[in-house]
């Protein structure tokens, strides 16, 4: 190559590196144009959308004080602590000028027999820790749950007569029924001692003429709000559904036994074997006979033809009968009209009973106990009774018919029965040679 050639070659070489150099120059100052141009952007589109978003800015301030604020400027301070209610109907109303005949219509009780309740359950339901304000009285408590049962209102229309929440009167309505069961069923709900089943079969005696009867026991539907899951289970023989409520009552309307744990398509004869009154009626019921015409005959409770003959269960003769065993029963029917009206009594003083109401059915059983507990305190009490109160129950039985359960000639391997057939045929034949010969309406023939 000549030597010209080769410096030509340079200069374009050089020249082309000037050039570049000098693209570079543009391009980094463009570039640094553009960046400077963004961040100019991005100031003023954030000074405006300060000002747009004053309001909100001033919520999120707000809501961090809230939040966190406490932690490091001192307590909280609350725009709202509780919503201003009015509880002059409890205090200047009821506990003021409320009447004896007053306190029966709206609480089924007296002010004294309520006032006897809340001494007994005053210690249970005593707060346990130091509330942040002044919790809801004892006497309170107890009113709300009392006047729920017996009315069968919404939580929200007890929340208003006493001037709190609602949530407040489930929370107290829970309490309260559970501290009943807790502290008052033992006490109030129980068979008969000796002395006391003493009295009991004279009294029945006396009454109807059936010897050595010291209960009668029967079963009640009670409306419920059944479950999704396993609600055919629920649904009794006449298509709603329910709870069975299994119970026997002394001649006076007291409950001394209870059981309400099985759906309403389950039959009588089947909840009463599952009961523990049949698995423990050997220590329930005393083995104290009374010697009747040269036969010993002892205590045994009343049921109808729904339930099995057994040591200590009577019932009735079924199927075609005979004049004497028709009479038999019908002293026997006359005689279990106590427990009839009993659940009538006791439906009619707690109305929540008759409808289905608003709480979860696995606690309706605490519900009906509850109920019972308070049945047998007001009839110890002896505080009145308002018969109109059973127009209602007369009314609900139209929406909700008890379901009529059918004849159980069944006979229980495990137990011998052949010694109370043999009873029952003497107690026959005592029933026509010493009272007058009754029949029965219908006799099947």
């Excluded at 109370?420 to 010493?434: A, D, G, Q, S, T």
């Amino acid at each position: 190559m000549k030597y010209s050639n080769y410096l030509q070659l340079l200069q374009m070489i050089e020249l082309l590196r000037m050039n570049l150099k000098q693209q570079n120059k543009r391009r980094n100052k463009l570039r640094r144009l553009v960046i400077k141009k963004r961040r100019d952007f991005k100031i003023k589109l954030c000074d405006d959308l300060k000002k747009m978003n004053l309001h909100y800015r001033q919520q999120l301030l707000d809501s961090y004080r809230l939040s966190i604020g406490p932690l490091l400027n001192g307590p909280r301070i609350r725009s709202l602590w509780m919503k201003k209610r009015s509880s002059d109907w409890w205090l200047e109303i009821v506990n003021v000028q409320f009447r004896k005949e007053d306190w029966i219509e709206n609480f089924r009780m007296t002010k004294e027999t309520f006032e006897k309740i809340v001494k007994e359950l005053t210690i249970h339901l005593q707060p346990n820790c130091l509330p942040v304000r002044a919790p809801v009285a004892i006497d309170k408590k107890i009113a709300m749950t009392i006047y729920k049962l017996a009315s069968c209102c919404e939580y929200r229309i007890v929340g208003n007569a006493f001037g709190v929440h609602k949530s407040t009167v489930k929370k107290c309505f829970y309490q309260v029924v559970k501290a009943i069961n807790t502290v008052l069923l033992s006490k109030y709900v129980k068979f008969p001692d000796e002395n006391e089943a003493l009295r009991i079969a004279n009294a029945v005696e006396k009454k109807t003429g059936m010897v050595q009867v010291i209960g009668m026991i029967d079963g009640t539907h009670i409306p419920i709000l059944a479950p999704v899951n396993g609600r055919l289970d629920y649904i009794n023989r006449k298509g709603w559904t329910s709870l069975i409520c299994q119970a026997v009552v002394d001649h006076e309307y007291k409950f001394t036994d209870i059981c309400c744990k099985f759906p309403g398509s389950v039959h009588d004869a089947a909840v009463l074997k599952s009961s523990n009154l049949y698995n423990y009626a050997h220590q329930k019921i005393h083995s104290i006979k009374k010697n009747i015409d040269g036969v010993d005959v002892p205590y045994f409770l009343l049921g109808d033809p729904a339930y099995p003959l057994l040591p200590w269960l009577m019932k009735g003769y079924t199927g075609s009968v005979s004049i004497e065993e028709d009479n038999f029963n019908t002293y026997l029917s006359s005689a279990r009209m106590a427990v009839e009206n009993a659940f009538g009594r006791l439906k009619g003083r707690w109305r929540c009973l008759q409808k289905r109401i608003d709480i979860h059915h696995s606690f309706v059983p605490s519900v009906v106990s509850c109920c019972v507990t308070l049945h047998n305190i007001i009839e110890m009490e002896h505080d009145h009774f308002n018969t109109t109160w059973l127009r209602n129950v007369e009314d609900s039985d139209v929406v909700y018919p008890q379901p009529t359960t059918s004849v159980t000639n069944r006979r229980d391997t495990s137990l011998n029965v052949d010694d109370m057939k043999k009873i029952r045929e003497h107690l026959k034949m005592y029933m026509v040679n010493n009272y007058p010969l009754r029949s029965s309406s219908v006799r099947t023939l």
